[in-house]
């Protein structure tokens, strides 16, 4: 059984209640136990552009939570994944510790910080979910997004490729679906700047709905709730402005997952799609 | 045939010199059995009167541990040199001043404000300090003179041999005792180790880089140390290749670092002021406001250059103060 | 010890120097008319003018120089500082270990080049021309190298050929050339004058040619040779004309030992053979950056994206017949995360490759994506001619390749028109940069942590005062053009001459020597040398003689005084501090390069400073141990000045960093054991900034 503290961040809970509900299922599945981490806050990334010194404090006042209870951190977010490794990482410089210790928190045991993707990937191993895939989804064809802060800065995340990434698109082959190789892998969903340019950021997330529709895919897998909001919750904004039509479900990796696990679809969340997947789960015999 | 009489003394010391003899657990049999012991104050009810009425060169040897704080210090030793063929200074106090020697840094009318008025767990209202002559009706009480330096032992008498180490291990105690009774002595002034620095034997040597450069000091206090690398290699400041070897590296095997109680090596005279240069060497920084920054996070640098050695450096103590 | 005194015209009057019952005084009335006699073994107290003049009257010598007449007549301070000079410099004297001459004997004056392309072989040439005999070897089973794999050369259009073969031609007439190919070397001993290498030989696989070429027709396997196609078994048109068998693709099959009219072997074998030489001449020629590396641009991962000599190979054989070229400029190179710097010819491949395509198929698009084109010096000429051949140049940097729908796309920025650009191409070029040969030149003893020999100057491959044995001529050096390369193997022919000529040097340069007694290897020292000179040799520290260059740094690192520097050690100093200084005095230790000469410049220009300053001449300011500086406070010093030369212009490279940590830890010891902050200064003190030395000593003077 493995062990590991969940951080939820602030996204999850509220606006991608089927992630946390698809992940936590998967998670039971394959013998994964998560700790909920009390007095938990958001990891400090909304922050980071004005005060990067008071974001990476937040981030790891966090740390200090998980580093208490003894055991290693997965996060659902991208965002809080790249939040929480780079504190966990300063915590080594004098300076940064100094502050962190003369704010009163400790740093008993060490923490390593990975994404819950990552973990499936790197610590539960693609050989273990092959041979708990129940239902191979062959008969589905999707585009793995990775988002920016899953490998990116490579020096501090160092795992996988960021220019070539691999990753994401052996999880979801290991589920039996395609992942379609398709150009632009690599771009950002706009989520950074959708608070600033509205525009720019839906002119982004339009660029990858297009080419998912000009790829007839049954799906685009998401791995962050930030993207989601882009690529789900805008989708009707981008059909609006670019005069199109898309209907391109958004799954969570995890929620794929489930479904290649054999859970039904209420395990894996679909409900809460805004995106109605219907045709897909028409199509995984799971309507 | 007479065996050889022999005197254990301690000066400004904390006993742990007394023990390490102990420490030679059954060998110290061997000791007794070979020699006639005529002055041990932890041990033993010799009064300093009996060592005053033997005669000169009297004592086969004197093992001295201990710095001279103390009038009292200074004039055992000194009786004791009379009276004794060989001496030898027992442990890093003695040899080099050890870590009382770190009051160097202070003099005695600081010490005395300290400890017997400034403390927060002293009660003096009448301000009461120790005096060398107190007049009472019996007659007059003495207390040796306090002094405000705290020297060596050979800054005292001159020394023969030093058998280093905070306190000396049973085995380095052991190899000096027989090399003097067999009469098989290095010559004279010789600290009774090898003459290089620890590093030589040292498990953690073989793991460091070809370039050993450090960027950032780490304080062992605060970071977890890998028990096979160098602690130099990591950022932690160890002394050990400024220390003389022959300790069995039993601080660094518990993976703390060397301190440096050995003292230095056959050529170096200050200990502090040597490391502090080899130290400085290999920070590998080349912006000057960077360096300085380097240089400010070493916290309490006397207490780490000069552990035990200051009365021994160059410049011996605090200047201005005395 | 004899103590020379030059009186200066009788300027000087010292009647009651007593230097001691084993030392003797000889007084000279003008030392530069009448040079006493030294040997090189003795040690010597001189009295005189500036050492700067009195180490040209006495070069080589194991003296202490004092200043008589700059630091003591010139500024008007009293005799009696010339009596506390003398007898301070013979106490440092008394412990100092005379510097050894190194003694290098040329015994063998034969050489060896390495390498087999145009480098090698005009070196080879000259050489023998001079009746040296040569031994080169060639790693290929041709001579030629790079070159021969060129089409042509650019500006002029020739074909390589023109260039090569004529200097094959002179080559090949000299007798006295002995030619190993398919062989590199295994490892070297010795030094200069005296080298033992062992080679190490691969078949060639063809030992009797007719030059039929049959067995080509027959080969049935099919090699990508950079860009060019052949067989497994093949023939370059250089030298010498029997075919060769490319081990690492024949399949050994047979099939051309069954036409062959000569004899082939298809076993493969080894064999070693050691050879003598005097010196050792590497030219082994231009080595690419992997730019796989480079991951964005797809070299290796997606096919058809080729490198600058790929891409000419191809079009010279006519195997490709591109419609729309992008080629990208400094692939690798300008880039922390590959190589830091400039290459210096790719911009100049990069044109070459252009017109290239375009004289042969004048409709073909091409694109330079380019963040600068360093085309210098004539070669601005040449760039002319391609921007009128109509080539697009877009001034920025690509940001990644990519393949979309069966085509590449070049995504860069076009920083004149500020835009986005997507340039589709059916073949991606990409002009990379060049590494050094670090393989060869670990193999002879040379660390250059990535670095090109050139980068160093004459200090990467020994000390120029030492006689060197191991040169560099071509690309070896730095990636060079054609033309540029001939002249610098001309230049390393020349050195290997001149070396020639002598049969004995004798070298008397101070180099540190490590005390095993003493030294723990404790690897402190290692990583602080700038020369990199020492190193872990079975066990122990060893200082490399050929790179130390006596700048003292690492006797002063030692933490057991194991190191010590010829002509100048720690002790020396520290007993020469403990004479010189009185209560009250102050002392100035001074870098010999900078801040020294600054106080001869005082006294000319008639700068006074107070007599109370003694200035002791030291070789960088990264020689100065705190142990100096306790010992000079001890004596009574009222303040200690240490004065080096500026932050980039250490003689040493980073002696005066390492004086800038020493003194900042230093510093903060000296605050808590009492003394005021600035007793101690570090200065920065140019070699003509008396006045910048007289204010410092005036202020810590008060």
Redesign the interface.
Known sequence: MKRYALFLGCTVPVRAQHYELSARNVAKELNIEFVEMDDASCCGFPIKAVDAETSLLIAARNISIASTMNLNIVTLCNSCTAMLSDAQKQLKHNEFYKKFKELGFSYPHDVVVKHFVRVLYEEIGLDVLKKAVKKPLNMLKVISHYGCHYMRPSQLHEFDNPEVPHTLDELVTVTGAQSVEYVDKKMCCGGSVLGIDEALAVTMANHKLHTAKNSNVDALISICPFCTVMYEDNQRKAEDKFETQYGIPVLYYPQLLGLSLGLDKNAVGIRFNRVKASALLEKVGVA | MAKPLVAFYWCASCGGCEEAVVDLAEDILKVVDAVDIRLWPVAMDFKYKDIEAMPDNALAVSFINGAIRTEEQEHIAKLLRQKSQLVVAFGACAHLGGIPGLANVANKKEIFETAYKLTHTTANPKGVYPKTVTEIPQGKLTLPDFYDTVKSLDQTIDVDYYLPGCAPPPDLIMKAFTAILEGKLPEKGAVLTVDKALCETCERNKSKPDKLVIKEVKRISEVIADPEKCFLAEGIICLGPATRGGCGERCINANMPCRGCFGPTKEVKDMGAKFLSSLASIIDIDDEKEIEKVAKSVIDPIGLFYMYSLPSSILRRKQGVV | MRVLLCTCDRAIKLPDLDVGPDNTIEQYDNMCKKKPDITHDEKVVIAGCSPNLMETLFPNVNAEFVNLYEHIILVGHPVYKAKDLILAAIEKMKVITPVKPKVFTIDNKSALVIGGGVAGIEVASQLAQNSINVHLIEKTPFLGGMVAKLDRLYPEGTPYSHTLMPHIGTMLKNKNIEYSFNTEIKDIKGKVGNYKIMLQTRSRGVIDCSHCGKCIDVCPVNVDDEGKKRKAIFYVPTYPETYAIDFKTCTKCGECIKVCLGKIELEEKITEKEIRAGAVVVATGLNWYDVSKV??YGYH?LPGVMGTLEFERAIASGTLKPKKVVIIYCVGSRDSKHLPYCSKICCFLGLKEAKLVLDRYPNTQVYIAAMDMRSFGTFEYFYNTVREKGVTFIKGKPS?V?K?DGKF?VRTEDLYTNELLEIEADTVVLSAGFVADNATFDKLGIKLNGDFPVIYGNASLGNIELPRGIFTAGSATFPAGVADTLVDARKAAFSVLSLFKQDKIEAILANALVNE????????C???CPYNAI??VDDKIKVNEELCMGCG?CS??????ASQLELFNP?GLSNQIKALVRKGDILALLCRWSAYNATDRAAYDKYMYPENVKIIRIPCSGAV???H???A??SGAKGILIGGCY?DACHYV?GN??A???E??????LQ????KKDIVRLEWIGKDEANKFVEIVKEMNK
Do not use: W
């Not at chain 3, 007694?517 to 402190?524: A, K």
């Open positions: 991951e964005e991962r990644e990519i979309r796309v007694d003493l030294c723990s290897v404790c690897r402190m290692i990583g602080t190193s872990i740094i002063i690192t030692c933490p057991s005084y002790q141990d705190p142990t500086i306790m010992l406070l001890i932050p980073r960093f390492l800038k940590a020493r900042q830890v230093l510093k903060m010891n808590h054991l009492g003394f």
